[in-house]
T-cell receptor
Framework: KAGVTQTPRYLIKTRGQQVTLSCSPI?????VSWYQQTPGQGLQFLFE???????NKGNFPGRFSGRQFSNSRSEMNVSTLELGDSALYLC????????????FGPGTRLTVT | AQTVTQSQPEMSVQEAETVTLSCTYD???????LFWYKQPPSRQMILVIR??????QNATENRFSVNFQKAAKSFSLKISDSQLGDAAMYFC????????????FGDGTTLTVKP
């Protein structure tokens, strides 16, 4: 089985712009979670989607949003980028039924200048 | 709120030796899972081992084993016969069944393996 894939792998944006990141889960996995990883704050949970519905949300401002499609692929969007949004954004997928292991993608490195 | 604490920012071990990474957590939940993840410099997060809270038996995966002390809310990872490829950042994580899809992570421990 192919693993979790994330695109793009690297991204450079300017303050005030918006960005969309994509995540394709492992085939058959229906839950997709997003995390932000920074040296200062560590790994922080953004949100989780299951069957196209957001089930859980972390403590991030409304500029951070996401969605999930019927094929379980997920996108997250960050509007009005700030310098502090520079981070590694990790996507993780899980079956969400009967097992609670998350499998992570390689991440998208976002740099905001 | 659930919290996960890794008190050792850095650890080092000699190749072929054994090392133990510490993790404590705080929760009022009774049904939860604990994980150790490895993140090598390439950044791909890899699941090393998991433990169900309702299981008293400690989980083991080849050279990796845990010491799960539920009453003390402690979950340490032991790596036996350390190899150079074990060098990475290790994260302890917690997942409660009432918080679907959300893992809470510790700050990580950087493990160096000396040849």
């Amino acid at each position: 089985k192919a693993g979790v894939t994330q695109t793009p792998r690297y991204l450079i944006k300017t303050r005030g712009q918006q960005v969309t990141l994509s995540c394709s889960p492992i085939s058959g996995h229906r839950s997709v979670s997003w995390y932000q990883q920074t040296p200062g704050q560590g790994l922080q949970f953004l949100f989780e989607y299951f069957s196209e519905t957001q089930r859980n949300k972390g403590n991030f401002p409304g500029r951070f949003s996401g969605r999930q499609f019927s094929n379980s692929r997920s996108e997250m969007n960050v509007s009005t980028l700030e310098l502090g949004d520079s981070a590694l954004y990790l996507c993780a997928s899980s079956l969400a039924v009967g097992t609670y292991e998350q499998y992570f993608g390689p991440g998208t490195r976002l740099t905001v200048t | 709120a659930q919290t996960v604490t890794q008190s050792q920012p850095e650890m080092s071990v000699q190749e072929a030796e054994t090392v133990t990474l510490s993790c404590t957590y705080d929760t009022s939940e009774s049904d939860y899972y604990l994980f150790w993840y490895k993140q090598p410099p390439s950044r791909q997060m890899i699941l090393v081992i998991r433990q169900e809270a309702y299981k008293q038996q400690n989980a083991t995966e080849n050279r990796f084993s845990v010491n799960f002390q539920k009453a003390a809310k402690s979950f340490s990872l032991k790596i036996s016969d350390s190899q150079l490829g074990d060098a990475a950042m290790y994260f302890c994580a917690y997942w409660a069944n009432t918080n679907a899809g959300k893992s809470t992570f510790g700050d990580g421990t950087t493990l160096t393996v000396k040849p």
